[in-house]
C-alpha cells in the first residue's frame, strides 16, 4: 500500500537557521502531496501542497517541491523563528476523485531556541 | 465559523466502557473523517463519510462505529473500551473537489484504563 516516511525527529535548531526536513513516499499512481503543521495542542493545519510533479508549494517562507524522479517531498525554511516551533506531518492522498483519503508520515517535531 | 469542533477535549475510560466521540462542523463540507494519532506516530484513518448516511472503512476501523445522519454531525462511537485504544482522535472535513484541504478539530485525547 502507499506510505509515507519522513526524517527521524526530534531537530532542534537556532533561530534564522536553514531547515529541512527530509520526506519520501511510496504510492501508486499520481498522488497530491501535502505537508501539515500541528502546534501544541492544536489539531492540524496545512501548510502546503503540490497536486502533480514538478509543482513547488510554498507558505510562509516554507517550500516543498513534488519531485517525482526521488519520490520525494522535502520541506524547507531559509530562516526559521521561534513561532515554527511545532510537529511537522507530511503526507499523501489517496484517490483523485471522492473523498480523498490522506495517509501521513510519523511526524517530526522541530524546536527552534531564540 | 467555528470550523470543526469536537468533544470532550478529554476522557478516561474504564477497560468495556462505552462512548461517543461528538464532530460537528459548520461549513457544510461534504466528507468527514475520523483518525486516530498515537504516539511518536502519524495519524491513521479509521472511518470517512462522502455525506449523509454514507460511510465508510478507514485503515483501523475495528472497534469503532460511526453514524452521518447530517452533513453537520459525524459522531465516532466505541463500544467496548479496550487500553489499545488509547489515543487522540481527530475529525477532519473537506469541501467536495479534488486536492481539497482537510481541516481539523483540535482532538479529543482519551485513556482508557
Known amino acids: 500500500g502507499n506510505s509515507v516516511t519522513q526524517m527521524e525527529g526530534p531537530v532542534t535548531l537556532s533561530e534564522e537557521a536553514f531547515l529541512t526536513i527530509n520526506c519520501t513516499y511510496t504510492?501508486?499512481?499520481?498522488?497530491?502531496l501535502f505537508w501539515y503543521v500541528q502546534y501544541p495542542g492544536e489539531g492540524l493545519q496545512l501548510l502546503l501542497k503540490?497536486?502533480?510533479?514538478?509543482d513547488k508549494g510554498s507558505n510562509k517562507g516554507f517550500e516543498a517541491t513534488y519531485r517525482k524522479e526521488t519520490t520525494s517531498f522535502h520541506l524547507e525554511k531559509g530562516s526559521v523563528q521561534v513561532s515554527d516551533s511545532a510537529v511537522y506531518f507530511c503526507?499523501?492522498?489517496?484517490?483523485?476523485?471522492?473523498?480523498?483519503?490522506?495517509?501521513f508520515g510519523q511526524g517530526t517535531r522541530l524546536t527552534i531556541n531564540p | 465559523n467555528a470550523g470543526v469542533t469536537q468533544t470532550p477535549k478529554f476522557r478516561i475510560l474504564k477497560i468495556g466502557q462505552s462512548m461517543t466521540l461528538q464532530c460537528t462542523q459548520d461549513?457544510?463540507?461534504?466528507?468527514m473523517y475520523w483518525y486516530r494519532q498515537d504516539p511518536g506516530m502519524g495519524l491513521k484513518l479509521i472511518y470517512y463519510?462522502?455525506?449523509?448516511?454514507?460511510?465508510d472503512k478507514g485503515e483501523v476501523p475495528n472497534g469503532y462505529n460511526v453514524s452521518r445522519s447530517t452533513t453537520e454531525d459525524f459522531p465516532l462511537r466505541l463500544e467496548l473500551a479496550a487500553p489499545s485504544q488509547t489515543s487522540v482522535y481527530f475529525c477532519?472535513?473537506?469541501?467536495?473537489?479534488?486536492?481539497?484541504?482537510?481541516?481539523f478539530g483540535p482532538g479529543t485525547r482519551l485513556t482508557v484504563l
Open positions: 503526507a499523501l492522498s489517496e484517490g483523485v476523485q471522492g473523498a480523498q483519503k490522506l495517509v
Open positions: 504510492a501508486t499512481g499520481y498522488p497530491s
Open positions: 503540490a497536486t502533480k510533479a514538478d
Open positions: 461549513m457544510n463540507h461534504n466528507y
Open positions: 463519510s462522502v455525506g449523509a448516511g454514507i460511510t
Open positions: 477532519a472535513s473537506a469541501p467536495q473537489g479534488a486536492y481539497n484541504e482537510q481541516f
